[in-house]
């Protein structure tokens, strides 16, 4: 069965026809070409899916694309404004925040959900927000510390 969807994906209008079982991730990775948004470990779990919705965080591997139907979808890819990166792209690339890769995109869109709710966020903050998002690479102090930078410049 398919389904049609209207909806904003970084603040582009789509009208499009889905299957109805189709997850959101893979509308974005293989129906959209937005590969920013990574799957990690397809359960909710590991945050390396997170999207804006409506600006409120969601696991992407876990909502069907059908959920997203009237919707504002955010990704990695809409932070940034034209050949300007957002300032937590751009304080996660000056202070370490990002290794790998595969966690990052997940990373900065919640740390960006994070300084949209809390505009400077104390240290206690940060890690308990960013408890459903985890990192393989590194011992979340460069991910703090990118944060903390970035409160002073985010756009909100």
Known sequence: MTLRIRLSVNGSAREVLI????RLIDFLRDDLGLTGT????????CGACT???????????????AFAD????????GLADDERLHPVQQAFIEYGG???????????VAAKALL????NPTEGEIREWML???CRCTG???????????????RL
């Open 116 to 119: 949209d709710e809390v505009p």
């Open 51 to 65: 999207v804006l919705l409506d600006g409120r965080m969601i696991s992407s591997c876990l909502a069907l694309a």
């Open 140 to 154: 979340y102090y460069k991910i703090i510390e990118s944060i903390q930078k970035a409160a002073g410049h985010a």
């Open 19 to 22: 299957p109805s079982s189709r």
């Open 98 to 108: 990002a290794q790998c890769g595969i966690c990052t995109p997940g990373q900065v």
């Open 132 to 134: 459903g998002n985890l």
């Open 70 to 77: 009237g919707a504002e979808v955010t990704t990695v890819e």
């Open 38 to 45: 990574k799957e990690g470990c397809g359960v909710g779990v």
